[in-house]
């Protein structure tokens, strides 16, 4: 990734759940220590969680909704609440939906998700907590997504929150 400087995310700490490997590794070339959330003894001293809804949903279907949206919640919260809004430091949410073709309820999906994301944005606000969501394209590669996800955990991501970036 050389659109960014190398050092663009030392010293923060990102949690990932249901990411791919290439996500991890593109935010550690950055800087950034890395783990996943199941893997974690402790969510405290966090800064973003990171949530990819793809592994959760699966092939789709009702299921695949309601895996996807309680996965999202229950990663998203658990992180939350142990380092983000306990610490006091805030920190950001980025949630990222499946594909549109990526099943039956896709859409809902990636709407529950947005939907997660601008409430989260309102109601963790006095928290300093930023939440947004990602809805990739059918075209989308593993490297776009990347870097989106780290701009957003970037400085240069401070701004905004409760957004959906729809990318092609």
Known sequence: MTVFRSQL????AVALAGCRDS?????????ARVG????????QGVDA??????DAFGTGGQDGLRAA??????????VATESLIAGEHGGKVVLIGPRPDAGQFADAARSALENLA????????????TATMIAPGPRTTDAQLAELVCYL???????LSGCRFSMG
Do not use: K, M, N, Q
């Open 118 to 129: 601008r409430t989260l944005s309102i109601e963790w606000a006095r928290h300093r907590v």
């Open 23 to 31: 996500l991890g590794e593109a935010l550690g070339a950055l800087g």
């Open 36 to 43: 996943r959330v199941d893997e974690l003894p402790s969510a």
């Open 69 to 78: 949206t309680e996965a999202a919640w229950h990663a998203v919260r658990e």
């Open 9 to 12: 995310l030392d010293g923060c």
């Open 49 to 54: 969680v990171v949530f990819d809804a793809a």
């Open 153 to 159: 955990i970037s400085p240069g991501g401070d701004y």
